[in-house]
């Protein structure tokens, strides 16, 4: 009986397999994005009720509640940045020797390219997946979250930290489609460069004996002088966007501030609203130590997804290729090994002796 069509590709089919850890990911994220409302609670209760009580017990308990509460925090952070190692591994152990063999069929029947270039692109998304990059898809559904509170604060805040949000989306999403063509040529030129540079390598003699390295060194120079090219107009374009995000940023964060302490003067709110609103949407604690603030939670989105885009779709396309080659040569070998590196001590590959053999 004929089995049915694929309907996922090979990476989106051990991406599948992973779906419990990254539903494990995703409630780790909640917790840590809601304990991130921590500060601003702190300093809310700091001013309106420690400072105004003159009770220096009341400080001391809510300052040891907010440290153990950064204590669980950064525990849950190590514990979901060990989780994205171990699926990246694993993601690894299940493609790598499919890639291998896919890179190593391709380069039989097609002369030129890159051979490695399906390596290349899994060491890249095992590292998107274990990166920063993933942490964007994650926290950035939670901005609305940092937006209802600023609200209940007051709807002006919501207001101007919504329109600051709205304006640093704008100019992520920007800097993805301005670089994007740019970086894309820029990549495929380094690719065929690098190949033309191997394949003269391995006939290094012949060309110095035919006096030819002159114009293959010409031609290698032209090559590389675009690759140079197409970066720098990618890295300018990249530098003025990100110049004009710093400005707005930097500005709205001030306006909040100024915003805050107005309507404090008019007594609509506290001190310490004004303070807390100003703590949550300026810089605060991100995943592995890095800063970020709410206004950039979702503008990291885009640019954190994108570099992981192309290298996952030839990476996706070089092992499908592969099962399907190795399916019309091998049909009934067995079933391919999909174990995680947790079990992967108990493989053995063919040939390997077993201790005490022989």
Not at 33 to 52: G, S
Not at 239 to 268: D, H, M, P, Y
Not at 346 to 358: I, S
Request: glycine content about 8%.
């Amino acid at each position: 009986m004929p089995k049915p069509p694929r309907t996922r590709s090979e990476l989106a089919d051990v991406l599948f397999r992973l779906r419990r850890s990254f539903y494990a990911l995703a409630a780790f994220s909640g917790v840590i994005n809601v304990m991130m409302l921590t500060p601003a609670i702190y300093m809310l209760q700091v001013y309106d009720r420690a400072l105004v009580s003159r009770n220096v017990t009341t400080l001391g308990m809510l300052t040891l509640l907010v440290v153990g509460l950064f204590l669980l925090m950064s525990a849950l952070e190590m514990t979901r940045t060990r989780v994205l190692i171990r699926v990246g591994n694993c993601l690894d152990m299940d493609l790598n020797r499919r890639i291998f063999s896919a890179a190593f069929e391709r380069n039989l029947s097609r002369a030129g390219g890159n051979p490695a270039q399906a390596l290349q692109d899994l060491a890249q998304v095992r590292q998107f997946l274990t990166g920063n990059g993933l942490f964007a898809f994650f926290d950035a559904p939670w901005t609305p979250i940092y937006l209802v509170v600023c609200y209940l604060i007051h709807p002006w805040l919501g207001l101007v930290t919504m329109i600051g949000s709205l304006i640093l989306v704008g100019l992520a999403y920007l800097t993805e489609k301005a670089t994007q063509k740019p970086l894309a040529e820029a990549n495929q030129a380094a690719m065929t460069s690098a190949s033309y540079a191997n394949n003269n390598l391995r006939n290094a003699e012949v060309i110095e004996a035919m006096g030819m390295l002159p114009s293959i060194g010409k031609r290698w120079y032209q090559g590389h002088l675009r690759i140079l090219q197409m970066q720098t107009l990618a890295s300018d374009r990249a530098a003025l966007i990100s110049s004009t995000g710093r400005f707005v940023r930097i500005t709205l964060q001030s306006l909040i501030l100024g915003t805050g302490a107005l309507l404090a003067i008019e007594g609509k709110i506290t001190p310490g609203m004004m303070i807390a609103c100003s703590i949550l949407t300026g810089p605060r604690p991100g995943p592995g130590g890095t800063g970020d603030c709410l206004l950039e939670a979702v503008a990291r989105l885009p640019l954190g997804l994108g570099p992981a885009q192309r290298p996952a779709a030839r990476l996706s396309a070089a092992a499908t290729e592969h099962v399907a080659a190795a399916a019309d040569g091998h049909a009934g070998r067995g079933k391919r090994d999909r174990r995680c590196p947790r079990h992967h001590h108990q493989h053995r590959a063919r040939g390997q002796l077993q201790p005490g053999a022989g």
